[in-house]
């Protein structure tokens, strides 16, 4: 998989911000993660945590999977690891 400079710049954007950068580091550090232990682990309001994880799945970075109200999300390594990659080039 090769990532486009677009999806490049919006991988570095969504990192830029160290809320952000957290969120995916717990959800890194599972298979798989729902959303109602994230919110439970990180002290900020559900629409605030919303928009992070928006944020990270348009950038392609999480993938979100949802069974009836419930979200769960976990990373996408191949992007990560072509991000990473790409991020050592420079």
């Not at 486009?4 to 993660?33: G, V, W, Y």
């Not at 729902?34 to 928009?51: G, M, Q, R, V, W």
Request: aromatic residues 6%; positive net charge; glycine residues 4%.
């Amino acid at each position: 998989m090769a990532l486009t400079s677009k999806q490049f710049h919006r991988i570095a954007k969504a990192l830029a911000n160290p809320r952000r950068f957290e969120i995916l580091q717990r959800i890194a550090d599972c298979r798989e993660m729902a959303c109602n232990d994230l919110k439970a682990e990180i002290p900020i309001t559900p629409a605030t945590l919303s928009h992070h994880i928006n944020e990270l799945s348009d950038s392609g970075l999480i993938e979100l999977r949802r069974e009836g109200k419930f979200m769960h999300m976990q990373l996408r390594r191949s992007v990560w690891k072509e991000y990473l990659s790409r991020l050592g080039e420079l």
